[in-house]
């Protein structure tokens, strides 16, 4: 008999790569030209992380954002594929040119990191002013009229670099992390609205709380998990005039001041927090308790009037926080973030915002697709649409379709290429649960 093989388990997010990068698509070439215009390159050009002028060189800013956009974008496996590419085709606005190795990964190294994080704001800022936001399914727009900005935040560890470079080959645990990133994206149509990093894989997610709060725009709504609870935070939202809405640490204090309202599954109520702390919340918020399947999950807003949010949208926002967990499996496993091209923290950087930058473009593709099907933003599936894109790239060399034909091609094929994602069955079986626990009116 055959000699039986098992694979060992590993983290999923680490997959063999192709071994030659993905074809050219010139309209997703020209959409983040249009995001990246040489104007804002010379304004960037000019200062650097020491308050210095950056010496003209062959490896500028416009032919290091060729270079790491085309890297994500192609699916490139390292440095060594893009710079044959590079040689052989060209890049985005760049010529072909010879470049070594060693000069890429020096230049990784020494480019300030902080002039791609103003590109990704930039690129944000833009899609923010000038994109379709997506279809929303009716059951959100209520919500989403009252609040001028719903978004998501959490953190993300970056994984061990010993999975890509040599000398961390062969370590044991102690191999270090590759730091970690917080992101805030929108609850709905996931573009990133800010992105962070920082070095120290260990860092708290409370590390990030006055950026993301001070990012959030007054009205606006925030969802984040426990990794965040602390009550100075939530004093400062109700002062500064926005809302939030999390979940209740166990075993946290509080004092009941008003019960809004309860039946047989949910109990909406007024709070005091921090009873027998010496810091306690200096104001009021709501505490929604749902059970569902005989389980009690309990949540916290400081939105007190029921009229604005009830407890169905309170409990339903924060089942919608897993959707940033999907723009990190996006980033990690579809464009790549889990694999590192260099060690150290500032290339790493690099390829964060990087990322970052072609996710935001590829969100506004699907928010395109999501407007031309008239299905809700949250059933395209963004995996699909950016495979689709292959097919795409070869009706344009077969003279089937034009570049500026990317959205018409895809709604054409998309039950093809499913890009509108089947509603499984545990799905179908958590609106039925959801419906017959809210079908009870609170009294």
Known sequence: MPKKTYHKPGNPDFRRHRSVPGPVNRTIEQRLFEMLSPGTFASLKSVSNKGRRLRERTLTLPVMTAIVLS????????????????????????????????????????????????????????????SAPGEVSPFWRPVRSKFPAIWLADGSTLEALKKKLHRHRGKKATSPLAGKTMMMVDAFNHRPQAAWYSPEAQSNDKLWTDSLLERLPKGGLMVFDLGFFKFPWFDAFSDSGKFFVTRLREKTAYKNLKVLGQNRYVRDELIDLGQYRSNPCHHPVRLVSVSWEGTIYRYLTNVT???????????ELYRQRWRIEEAFLVTKRLLGLAYLWVGGSNGIEIQIYATWIFYAVLTDVCSQVSEALH?????????????????????????????????????????????????????????????????????
Request: aromatic share 10%; proline share 4%; no cysteine.
């Open 71 to 130: 890297l994500v974008y192609r699916q490139m496996t390292g440095l060594s594929e893009v710079l044959r590419t590079l040689e052989q085709e060209g890049l985005f606005w760049v010529k072909a040119q010879r470049i070594s190795k060693q000069a890429l990964s020096q230049r990784l190294q020494s480019l300030p990191a902080h002039l791609f994080a103003s590109l990704l704001e930039q690129v944000i800022e833009r899609l923010n002013q000038s």
């Open 375 to 443: 299905e809700p933003i949250d059933r395209i599936s963004q995996e699909m649409v950016f495979r689709s894109l292959y097919f795409f790239s070869r009706a344009r060399e077969q003279g089937r379709v034009e570049d500026d034909e990317l959205i018409p091609f895809l709604v054409q094929y998309a039950q093809s290429f499913g890009l509108v994602k089947a509603r499984r069955k545990r799905q179908r079986k958590k609106d039925a649960i959801s419906r017959q626990v809210w079908s009870h009116p609170l009294t």
């Open 305 to 315: 009037d029921p009229e604005v949010l009830s407890a169905r949208y309170v409990s």
